[in-house]
């Protein structure tokens, strides 16, 4: 089973795009990859990550979160800010656990291990859905450990809170994205469920959390930290930051070596854990 650009429908019944492979010979294991902030499922080398599983028989399905700035006729960077602006935590949360449900009803074959990846953000987000009772492992890399600490602070915040929008800036895209104050105005509506170190008390799956020691987008404590709060493993890879040094656009063929001991380490990870 192979399929490519097909389309969910996600929170705020907004539609956004998902892939899903399951190899001839599925070994069972099913990775469900979440990416993080301002990014998308075709970003760098997540496509190259994807086939790497692939070839050791695993399932792996990757998907746009829907108010990720992606559109269904273009899933690559950010055709609709509008979509970007109205974004929030809890949207993120739906989406995942949207795509689990589609996941369990579209895979025919039997899934003995359904394991959730995220990166960055999307590592936060992973984290909050591994409670789900059909998730069997989580594996976060370079992720968050909380979510409320990445909101702006002090005075950038009464300006957010005063004006009802903040702008960041896309250095690779030239863009300027907007958040509106409702994603802020959601966490505190949602806090119950978007709080990592509560909800990591009710985790009871095996947990891997990958950092880069050399980081500076997401410090590499917040791994720490996480592996903490789940009696999770950590693991650091040397001389690498937030994304194992990929970029996008990725021109080759091949996985960076970084990433590629990353995506090792996960697969050891995995295999280990089916022996216990």
Same mark, same amino acid.
């Given at each position: 089973m192979?399929?490519?650009?097909?389309i969910?429908t996600?929170?705020?019944?907004?539609?956004?795009?998902?892939?899903?492979?399951i190899?001839?010979?599925?070994?069972?294991?099913?990775?469900?990859?979440?990416?993080?902030y #301002?990014?998308?499922?075709?970003?760098?080398?997540?496509?190259?990550?994807e086939?790497?599983?692939?070839? #050791?028989?695993?399932g792996?399905?990757k998907?746009?979160?829907?108010?990720?700035?992606?559109?269904v006729?273009?899933?690559i960077?950010f055709?609709?800010?509008?979509?970007?602006?109205?974004?929030?935590?809890?949207?993120?949360l739906?989406d995942?656990?949207?795509?689990i449900?589609?996941?369990? *009803?579209?895979?025919?074959?039997?899934?003995?291990?359904?394991?959730?990846?995220?990166?960055? !953000?999307?590592?936060?987000?992973?984290?909050l859905?591994?409670?789900e %009772?059909? +998730?069997?492992?989580?594996?976060?890399?370079?992720? +968050?450990?909380?979510?409320?600490?990445?909101?702006p602070?002090n %005075?950038?915040?009464?300006?957010?809170?005063?004006?009802?929008t903040?702008?960041?800036n896309?250095? !690779?895209?030239k863009q300027r994205?907007?958040?509106?104050f409702?994603?802020?105005?959601?966490?505190?509506?949602? !806090?119950?469920?978007?709080?990592i170190?509560? +909800?990591?008390?009710?985790?009871s799956?095996?947990?891997l959390?990958?950092?880069?020691?050399?980081d500076?987008?997401?410090?590499?404590?917040?791994?720490? !930290?996480l592996?903490?709060?789940?009696?999770?493993?950590?693991?650091?890879? #040397?001389?690498t930051?937030?994304?194992?040094?990929a970029?996008?656009?990725?021109?080759?063929?091949?996985?960076?070596?970084k990433?590629?001991?990353?995506?090792?380490?996960?697969d050891?990870?995995?295999?280990? *854990?089916? *022996?216990h």
């Open positions: 192979r399929l490519k650009n097909q969910y996600g929170a705020n019944n907004k539609k956004a795009l998902f892939d899903l492979t190899p001839e010979q599925f070994n069972g294991k099913l990775l469900l990859f979440l990416h993080g #301002k990014g998308f499922k075709d970003w760098g080398c997540w496509n190259l990550m086939d790497f599983f692939l070839k #050791k028989h695993y792996f399905c998907f746009n979160f829907s108010h990720n700035g992606g559109t006729q273009n899933g960077d055709p609709d800010l509008n979509a970007f602006a109205n974004n929030r935590y809890s949207y993120e739906t995942t656990l949207k795509m449900d589609i996941l369990h *009803q579209t895979v025919k074959v039997k899934i003995d291990d359904f394991i959730l990846v995220g990166h960055s !953000r999307g590592g936060g987000i992973a984290t859905a591994s409670t %009772e059909r +998730v069997n492992k989580l594996i976060t890399l370079a992720s +968050v450990s909380d979510l409320e600490s990445r909101f602070k %005075e950038k915040f009464e300006d957010w809170k005063n004006s009802g903040y702008f960041v896309n250095a !690779r895209t994205m907007t958040h509106n409702s994603f802020y105005t959601d966490f505190i509506e949602n !806090r119950k469920r978007l709080d170190s509560s +909800v990591t008390k009710h985790i799956v095996p947990c959390h990958i950092h880069g020691d050399k500076s987008s997401v410090l590499p404590f917040e791994s720490e !930290r592996a903490n709060l789940t009696n999770g493993t950590y693991l650091e890879i #040397k001389n930051q937030h994304t194992f040094d970029k996008h656009p990725w021109e080759v063929q091949e996985l960076p070596p990433m590629k001991e990353m995506c090792t380490l996960m050891i990870w995995i295999k280990k *854990q089916a *022996q």
